[in-house]
């Protein structure tokens, strides 16, 4: 199946600070989505982003489908920003039809 | 509130009990599915289920046993569970994950808060 690499794979920042994760995938994809999880669990989607570039409030993020990767930044950090970042995508073949599959995540701290 | 509701949000088991996990959506989505995440792993794709009819089944043993009455309501039966079980279960949603393939955002997922299971 497809492997997700995230990098780093734990960040620990300053409030105010800006910073950029990085999600590499092993194939192609046709859906690539952005997650936080807070420090209670919940998955909250920031992105689906298979390719280009999208920017919500603090946060942007860039995929460049051709080279198999996407970034995501954060601006202007703050506490409430700390918990996972996951990226998961869906390859093209029609055996990963509907299975996103999940990075292991980059766990970010802001401290205040 | 996403849309997505699970209960319990905390569950403690016996290896012996039989238990059920529950998950209901009111976004009008045709898929759910079922992800474990257990401590320092990924996200483990259990099931899919799509309008009603279960697409995946990622070898998971037979002792987790999914349900999936309607498009809205999701069920994990759980019986015999080993120590090893223990993890955050945790459902999700979307719209369509074929259709997603030609369509963008038809395969977004929303999820639940989780169920924390502990097995004992």
């Known amino acids: 199946g497809i492997q997700v690499e995230q990098s780093p794979p734990d960040l620990i920042l300053q409030e105010g600070a800006n910073s950029t994760l990085r999600c590499n995938f092993s194939?192609?994809?046709?859906?690539l989505q952005w997650f936080h999880q807070n420090p209670w669990g919940q998955l909250i989607n920031l992105f689906y982003?298979?390719?280009g570039t999208k920017q919500n409030g603090r946060l942007s993020a860039t995929t460049v489908a051709t080279e198999r990767y996407s970034l995501l930044y954060i601006s202007s950090s703050q506490t409430t920003d700390s918990g996972v970042y996951f990226c998961?995508?869906?390859?093209?073949?029609?055996?990963?039809?509907?299975?996103?599959?999940f990075g292991a995540g980059t766990q970010v701290v802001v401290t205040p | 509130e996403t849309g997505v509701t699970q209960t319990p949000r905390h569950l403690v088991m016996g290896m012996t009990n039989k238990k059920s996990l529950k998950c209901e959506q009111h976004?009008?989505?045709?898929?759910m599915y079922w992800y474990k995440q257990s401590a320092k792993k990924p996200l483990e794709l259990m099931f899919v289920?799509?309008?009603?009819?279960?697409?995946e089944n990622n070898s998971v043993p037979s002792r987790f046993s999914p349900e999936c009455p309607n498009s809205s309501h999701l069920f994990l039966h759980l019986h015999t569970l080993q120590p090893e079980d223990s993890a955050l279960y945790l459902c999700?949603?979307?719209?369509?994950?074929?259709?997603?393939?030609?369509?963008?955002?038809?395969?977004?997922?929303?999820f639940g808060a989780g169920s924390r299971l502990t097995v004992l």
């Open positions: 999700a949603s979307s719209q369509d994950p074929i259709r997603g393939v030609h369509e963008p955002g038809a395969n977004v997922l929303t």
């Open positions: 194939d192609s994809v046709n859906n």
């Open positions: 982003i298979p390719s």
């Open positions: 998961a995508v869906v390859g093209v073949t029609t055996d990963s039809w509907g299975k996103l599959q």
């Open positions: 976004l009008g989505h045709n898929a």
């Open positions: 289920y799509n309008f009603k009819e279960q697409t």
